[in-house]
């Protein structure tokens, strides 16, 4: 589904995800309709929609007159703090940043107006945009930090981070693990890398070659009357000039692309041959652990 299409939030959106594979998050998005601000305010629903937050973000549309603004923002940073005193920082995202119409700076002078010195050092301004994709970008920036704080997920990664480091000695070559979900980075042996754009195609590319390459070899092992069962594909292999590509699905979740130093046949065994080892098998295991 493209952002531009993108229905507003009706009430409470809830959902759970697994972010870069290694930390579990739980997702309220409240629908920002008057009368849904109204019932989130509420003194029935207001401990229930504010207790228990780890981290809160404030959409604005800076493109929009919206008169009662500024109540809304002073209710929500007083239900937050009251109700989740763990909470830090609230990041505020100015959107629509890229339209003409768009008063940001106008936006922000209101919203601060009136706060104590205190208080505005517990919030973060940042002018984004939807559809451009910065505020996507500036969501990641935020749940990346939080995984720093996050002991267990420094642990998981640093897991991960030594098995990918053994099959790369083994292989002498760099690899690279993506959660399949959000198309993000988990880990790779060349340290932190950024990608601007989803890699879904990766999951795309696997399932269509299955589609076609499956049905192809289950009508061979019928023709040819073998007794072998139909393999379940889950690797496929991409060559340039001077490397071997290859992606191959881990779990349910994850995707491992490495990326040779060069192209011989020895060094293409070495990598079948240690996708089929122990360092592999371990690392597989790792990741299909129900444990986040």
Do not use: C
């Amino acid at each position: 589904m493209k952002v531009l299409n993108l229905k507003p939030t009706k009430g409470v959106s809830r959902e759970n995800f697994i972010f870069r594979g290694i930390m579990e998050l739980s997702i309220w998005d409240l629908g920002g309709q008057q009368l849904y601000m109204d019932r989130y305010f509420s003194e029935k629903q207001r401990e229930l929609v504010f207790s228990e937050v780890m981290t809160a973000v404030f959409m604005v549309d800076s493109a929009a007159n919206e008169p009662r603004l500024k109540e809304i923002f002073d209710n929500f940073l007083k239900y937050i703090f009251e109700f989740s005193p763990q909470v830090e920082k609230v990041y505020v995202l100015l959107n629509k940043t890229d339209l003409q119409e768009s008063k940001e700076d106008e936006i922000y002078e209101l919203l601060v107006a009136k706060l104590t010195d205190d208080m505005k050092t517990k919030i973060a301004f940042t002018p984004v945009s939807v559809k451009e994709g910065s505020a996507q970008h500036r969501l990641i920036e935020v749940l990346d930090y939080k995984i720093q704080q996050n002991t267990l997920a420094l642990q998981k990664l640093g897991k991960i981070r030594h098995m990918l480091d053994q099959l790369k000695v083994i292989t002498h070559s760099e690899y690279f693990l993506f959660n399949q979900p959000d198309g993000l980075i988990i880990a790779s042996t060349i340290g932190k890398i950024e990608l601007h754009h989803k890699l879904q195609f990766m999951k795309l590319e696997i399932g269509t070659l299955e589609s076609n390459i499956y049905q192809i070899f289950t009508k061979i092992m019928n023709l040819s009357d073998s007794p072998l069962s139909p393999l379940e594909l889950s690797t496929v292999i991409y060559e340039s000039d001077n490397n071997y590509i290859i992606v191959k699905e881990v779990s349910n979740g994850s995707v491992l692309m490495l990326v040779t130093k060069n192209k011989t046949s020895e060094t293409f065994k070495t990598v079948i041959d240690s996708l089929n080892g122990e360092e592999y098998k371990q690392l597989k295991e790792y990741l299909n652990m129900n444990e986040v």
